[in-house]
T-cell receptor, first 112, second 112 residues
Framework: DAGITQSPRHKVTETGTPVTLRCHQT?????MYWYRQDPGHGLRLIHY???????DKGEVSDGYSVSRSKTEDFLLTLESATSSQTSVYFC???????????FGSGTRLTVV | KNQVEQSPQSLIILEGKNCTLQ??????????LRWYKQDTGRGPVSLTI?????NTKSNGRYTATLDADTKQSSLHITASQLSDSASYIC???????????FGGGTRLMVKP
């Protein structure tokens, strides 16, 4: 997808282990977001960032932390993965206004 | 609580036929409504964005309508193609412009 890359694309991890997902952009957007997508639910916001070292919680932030040490990278960390965190995770870029969200291709995470 | 409801949840149509997807929202204040297409294994891609003052907007074979009084939107697909098989997601920003409320999506399958 244009200007946004998520890694890894797939990951299987064991319960209790830490996991970090990476979102990288090449477009210098200020706003970046992490969502999770589960069957029966719309995409739900986990955390978002509005600048370097500026982050805030979304509606499903428990069990997740984020970091943004530079504009291009937004990291999502599961400190101790649980089976309920098995999901597809999407990163998105936003302009900060009313238009223009671009989503990454997603990371499929399975916690066993 | 802001909500976006979509119907139907799933739909199967024959190639070449038309279809209409529905979206009802209870988000206030309203600024705009977006329709996204999500192919299997991919992130959502924007189809159209409609502001308060727009009633109809077309993007090729896709036509979105908006009735801000009844808080309803529809996405009409004309002369469907196999490549239209995807999930279609209705999204409305909340009171903070960066906080999006996602509908659960309509899964469309176009059969030959």
């Amino acid at each position: 997808d244009a200007g946004i890359t998520q890694s890894p694309r797939h990951k299987v991890t064991e319960t209790g282990t830490p996991v970090t997902l990476r979102c990288h952009q090449t477009e210098n957007h200020r706003y970046m977001y992490w969502y999770r997508q589960d069957p029966g639910h719309g995409l739900r916001l986990i955390h978002y960032s509005y600048g370097v070292k500026d982050t805030d919680k979304g509606e499903v932030s428990d069990g997740y932390s984020v970091s943004r040490s530079k504009t291009e990278d937004f990291l999502l960390t599961l400190e101790s993965a649980t089976s309920s965190q098995t999901s597809v995770y999407f990163c998105a870029l936003g302009t900060g206004g009313s238009y223009g969200y671009t989503f990454g291709s997603g990371t499929r995470l399975t916690v066993v | 609580k802001n909500q976006v409801e979509q119907s139907p949840q799933s739909l199967i149509i024959l190639e070449g036929k038309n279809c209409t997807l529905q979206c009802n929202y209870t988000v206030s204040p309203f600024s705009n409504l977006r329709w996204y297409k999500q192919d299997t294994g991919r992130g959502p891609v924007s189809l159209t964005i409609m502001t308060f003052s727009e009633n109809t907007k077309s993007n090729g074979r896709y036509t979105a309508t908006l009735d801000a009084d009844t808080k309803q939107s529809s996405l009409h697909i004309t002369a469907s193609q196999l490549s239209d098989s995807a999930s279609y997601i209705c999204v409305v920003p909340g009171h903070a412009g960066n906080m999006l409320t996602f509908g659960g999506g309509t899964r469309l399958m176009v059969k030959p």
